[in-house]
């Protein structure tokens, strides 16, 4: 199974995914300001696996920290969660786990600096072995909308590359594998920065489940052909009544599921679903530098001087939303009680 990320001798080691699929390389960091660059460069990108790279960081950084006393370690603790909380805007899961490392930190600070730090190494490796366990969850939840035979239409890459491991849209999509189901994923391309055709190919290849590359423009055509019987995205921020925030373009592909009768299934944690938001005109949507959008993989497209607009993420209504599937079960419309009916067993 590809490994996304790991912690390894007070490092954290991460395929970059930056040279990926012409190089598989794996970068020891040792700094935690490298940390936050590898987020924000996209070395490492999808929701969950920015979420275990910032509780990676966030150990990291609190392991070099040399203040002695409780306040002082303190201060730069919550300074260094606060330079984590800026790397990216959109996905939940980095809030989500900068406050996981908050509340542990805030419960073993009485037993001293020390315990603080092994405290927060041992939980950043947890969340991401937690990671894979959710997404086999998420895989084992999914699976049945599957048929044998299925074509399948997935957007940028919510695979294992974009968790600690194995996935969630294609979590699903290997679960269905693994169950002897044939299938076959339709990849789209993913402009601006090619998540699709770099990564998901990439590992759909590796895992040599069946897949066919298309440009993001193709989409619509296909469905109109009669060649895709269902799309299944991940997501970066779900709110409370199931509007979802993903790559920019699945909003598009699930407009065109819906004029073809053509179900849109989105798969991610409950660690994504952001309940202290109504609804998705609350999402923060991440603008990224415009150069992504004048180059292509440093090959000048477009005139220099060129106004860009470049949203990374979209909202999908969630009228267009089938189900969304998670570890703790499959939400279903109306999407609030549903979502609200998955976190039940776990509340505090
Ligand atoms: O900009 P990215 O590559 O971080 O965007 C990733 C996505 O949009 C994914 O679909 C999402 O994070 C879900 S990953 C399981």
Known sequence: MIRTILWADDAVVLIDQKALPGKVRYLTLTDW??????IK????RGAPAIGVAAAMGIALGTLQLTETTAGGFRKSFEDLCK???????????????IERMQRLFAEVLPSGIAAVK?????????????????????????????????NILTHCNAGALATAGYGTA??????????????H???DETRPVLQGARLTCWELLEDRIPATLITDNMAGFLMAQGKVNLVIVGADRIAANGDTANKIGTYSLAILAKEHGIPFYVAAPLSTIDRSIADGTGIPIEERHPDEVRHLHGVRTAPEKVQVYNPAFDVTPHRYITAIITEAGVAKRPFGPSIRRLFKPRQK
């Open 170 to 183: 294609l979590g699903v999509v290997r679960a269905a594998r693994e169950e002897g189901k044939r299938l």
């Open 41 to 44: 460069d996209l070395t490492i």
């Open 33 to 38: 300001r490298d940390v936050i660059t590898a």
């Open 185 to 187: 994923v339709y990849v």
């Open 83 to 97: 330079a984590f909380a800026k790397a990216r805007p959109t996905a939940r899961n980095l809030f989500w786990a």
């Open 118 to 150: 092994k405290a927060l190494v041992e939980e950043a490796i947890a969340i991401g072995e937690e990671d894979i366990g959710i997404n086999r969850r998420i895989g084992l939840n999914g699976k049945a909308f599957i048929r044998d035979g299925d």
